[in-house]
């Protein structure tokens, strides 16, 4: 059975910095592309960061520079680092698995999602 959860979110000030978590189980992360996506209130889901099944990365524009993907394989967990925050970052995060290998950032092409993760960035 293929589980995604999320840790990691909470509340910070701008400039500040968190770790998300996602734990897979069911399958190997390192099999498909993985991808972290979030979603502010009234606004669509928006892909955010999204690593490939050889460890390419990519990122939406606003994230660049301070936002890392990473992954741990023996751990099977995926991990979004998230540096100099901004009140525009706040937003429910979540997890996904892509249906193959190869990336995209859009929501249509992930299959498995996790229960998200809020985060919260004052100003």
């Known amino acids: 059975q293929v589980q995604l959860v999320e840790s990691g979110g909470g509340s910070v000030q701008a400039g500040g910095s968190l770790r998300l978590s996602c734990l897979a189980s069911?399958?190997?992360?390192?099999?498909?592309?993985m991808g972290w996506f979030r979603q502010a209130p009234g606004k669509q889901r928006e892909g955010v960061a999204v690593?490939?099944?050889?460890?390419?990365?990519s990122y939406t524009y606003s994230v660049k520079g301070r936002f890392t993907i990473s992954r741990d394989d023996a751990k099977n967990i995926l991990y979004l680092q998230m540096n100099s925050l901004k009140p525009e970052d706040t937003a429910m995060y979540y997890c996904?698995?892509?249906?193959?290998?190869?990336?995209?950032?859009?929501?249509?092409?992930?299959?498995?999602w996790g229960q998200g993760t809020q985060v919260t960035v004052s100003s």
């Open positions: 690593m490939d099944w050889v460890g390419t990365t």
């Open positions: 996904a698995r892509a249906i193959g290998r190869t990336c995209s950032f859009a929501r249509y092409d992930y299959k498995d």
């Open positions: 069911g399958y190997t992360i390192g099999d498909y592309c």
